[in-house]
């Protein structure tokens, strides 16, 4: 197993504040706006970008997470699976939901999210934020409106998002791939 280092600090705090300045210049005072962390690994990454965006502009934005375990196309061909925790304390009808995701490869677990969001009400506008876009790697056609790092992957590699808040030592985001 070779590992390549593709993104870590400082380079990752810039790319973080730059995703947030995006965020502000399309949703200005949040005013009519939530933001919604993919359970379970994206979610440290949404609590990021929720904290940076509340400390910028100063404004309280409805924050939540999502599991979208039971709504996976490939739920019943898996082995048994532990759910993780949905809160979401809010409703999202006709709201803008920025949904966020640490690493975007298949697009299957963003769909799979789009309908675990209907049990919340219908978005006006849902718009998705990841840290790492594996494009070409695509098996349904969905793409990132705010993206941190393009990166270009075989099947057989693996995007590995490492962060503090997960208990390692330092931020860092690996490309693995397995010989």
Request: with cysteine.
């Amino acid at each position: 197993m070779q590992r390549k280092l593709i993104l870590s600090s400082p380079l990752l705090e810039i790319t973080i504040s730059r995703l947030c300045q995006e965020l502000i210049e399309n949703h200005q005072d949040f005013a009519n706006s939530v933001i919604i962390g993919l359970q379970p690994r994206g979610i440290h990454f949404a609590k990021r970008i929720h904290q940076e965006l509340q400390q910028i502009t100063g404004i309280k934005i409805p924050f939540g997470y999502l599991d979208a375990t039971f709504y996976r196309d490939d739920y019943r061909r898996r082995e048994l699976v532990k759910a993780n925790e949905t809160k979401i304390s809010f409703v999202i009808e006709n709201k803008r939901v920025v949904l966020i995701d640490d690493v975007l490869a298949t697009g299957r677990m963003v769909r799979s999210a789009l309908d675990a969001m209907t049990a919340f009400g219908r978005p006006k506008k849902v718009e998705l934020c990841v840290l790492v876009d594996r494009i070409y790697n695509r098996d349904i056609p969905i793409h990132a409106d705010y993206v941190g790092k393009k990166v270009n992957t075989l099947d057989t590699e693996k995007v590995l998002v490492e962060l503090q808040e997960q208990g390692h030592e330092a931020d860092k985001i690996w490309l693995i791939t397995d010989n």
